[in-house]
């Protein structure tokens, strides 16, 4: 598999989680296992990070647009 140049490499990674702040990582503190993040529910067949560019969770925001077309009732 091809090497992402934005992609750290895996004792950085691992450095990185080990000095990120506590009160952010605690909920979602990976279980290390060969210096790489285990799945807390379980195995899923994939391996890597995929497109993401670390091994923490994708805290992404989607903002959601929506709008109706108002009808004048006359007085």
């Given amino acids: 598999m091809a090497r992402h140049s934005w992609a ?12 990120a702040s506590a009160a952010v ?3 979602s503190c990976p279980n290390l ?13 994939l391996g890597g990070r995929g497109l ?14 929506t709008s109706r077309e108002r009808k004048l009732v006359p007085h």
């Avoid at 750290?8 to 000095?19: E, G, N």
């Avoid at 993401?52 to 647009?65: K, Y």
Wanted: hydrophobic share 40%; glycine share 8%; no cysteine.
């Fill in 8 to 19: 750290k490499a895996l004792a950085a990674v691992s450095l990185s989680l080990t000095l």
């Fill in 25 to 27: 990582r605690l909920s």
């Fill in 33 to 45: 296992e060969n210096g790489r993040p285990r799945n807390p529910a379980g195995q899923t067949g």
């Fill in 52 to 65: 993401l560019r670390q091994w923490v969770p994708n805290r992404a925001a989607d903002p959601i647009s």
